[in-house]
């Protein structure tokens, strides 16, 4: 995996690229409701939370948050767009979190767990800020369990480069639970369509997926420009759903 500088890449376009309409924010939202303590509020880390897509909602229907992120220009857009009374962003990673330990009831991390250099580290450091009996949830994909977003199928080795870049999910819950975690569940989300075909193509060509920088620019070429074929046919198309996985860990007592 081609490891992104965010402070050098992306971060101009993610905020619009990666951006959820409130049908997609909400589903997310109630997923992790239906898999988080029923008390109010709960305190809670957003970790990677990039430019703070999640981080006010989660505030907003669960109780304070910590949006951890280690790209400074990420934070910057975060602290500038995404606001709210009771989020603050902080410089920091999986690997080194910037809390004290048993400060927080749950965790989120939303397609950041690929990003992670030092694993092992970010099990236990998640162990340690994490009370127990709270909740990690793991929005990740697995190598074993993809969700196969519609558009992947038109790059060369579309499916092969995204899948590579993510363990399988029986690597994953055994690095937890060999770590004092158990698994309280595992499933799908299926968000509401992102709009049409032509509206996905626009996000698209922003190239904010870690997908896009495994490719050459030779694959990135054929890929979009079969791409825009398939698009042209029909761009009014409402853009497919799929569903993608959730891991719900449970720190032991």
Request: hydrophobic share 40%; glycine share 6%.
């Amino acid at each position: 995996m081609r490891r992104i500088d965010y402070d050098t890449e992306q971060y101009q376009d993610y905020a619009r690229g990666r951006a959820l309409s409130e049908p997609q924010l909400r589903t997310w939202i109630s997923a992790f409701e239906a898999v988080l303590p029923e008390r109010r509020p709960l305190v809670g880390l957003d970790v990677g939370s990039g430019t703070g897509r999640y981080t006010p909602a989660l505030a907003r229907a669960f109780g304070p948050v910590t949006g951890v992120e280690p790209s400074v220009r990420m934070r910057e857009i975060a602290q500038a767009q995404s606001q709210h009374p009771e989020v603050r962003y902080l410089a920091g990673s999986a690997e080194d979190l910037p809390v004290p330990s048993g400060s927080a009831d749950y965790a989120l991390m939303f397609l950041s767990w690929h990003h992670v250099q030092d694993k092992p580290r970010a099990v236990r450091e998640l162990a340690r800020v994490i009370r127990p009996g709270g909740r990690l949830l793991l929005r990740a994909n697995f190598s074993d369990h993809h969700p196969r977003p519609w558009w992947l199928a038109h790059f060369p080795r579309g499916f092969e480069a995204d899948a590579s870049l993510f363990q399988p999910l029986h690597e994953v819950i055994a690095m937890f639970t060999s770590a004092g975690w158990r698994v309280a569940g595992f499933g799908t989300v299926t968000e509401p369509s992102a709009g049409t075909r032509a509206d996905m193509l626009e996000r698209l060509r922003l190239r904010t997926l870690s997908f896009f920088a495994q490719l050459s620019p030779d694959e990135l070429a054929v890929g979009f420009d079969r791409l825009e074929q398939a698009v042209a046919a029909d761009p009014d198309a409402p853009a497919p759903v799929f569903s993608e996985p959730l891991l719900t860990l449970e720190r032991c007592q």
